[in-house]
């Protein structure tokens, strides 16, 4: 009767990528955060094409992905020069 109240079962290997995306984005590990987003992108795409995911899951992991790439856009050290020079 209240379906629309509950919350999308989680999915335990891509909620353990986005701690480890949140982990390093907070100690400032972006290369590192990068990384997680990468394979975290790859499982989120392997898990709905073997459908092992539900609409509701997709539409949240889709959304958290876009948010983490929002955030990561830019956030690496490849291009950040030393602050004593």
């Known amino acids: 009767m209240f379906d629309f109240l509950k919350k999308p079962k989680k999915n335990r290997d891509l909620e353990a990528l986005m701690e480890r995306i949140e982990s390093n984005m907070a100690n400032n590990y972006k290369d590192a955060a990068q990384e997680y987003l990468k394979e975290f992108e790859e499982k989120l795409v392997e898990l709905k ?37």
């Open 49 to 85: 094409e073997t459908g092992s995911l539900k609409e509701d899951q997709v539409k949240m992991y889709g959304d958290r992905l876009y948010s983490y790439k929002s955030r990561l856009k830019g956030f690496t050290h490849k291009d950040q020069k030393p602050f004593w020079t």
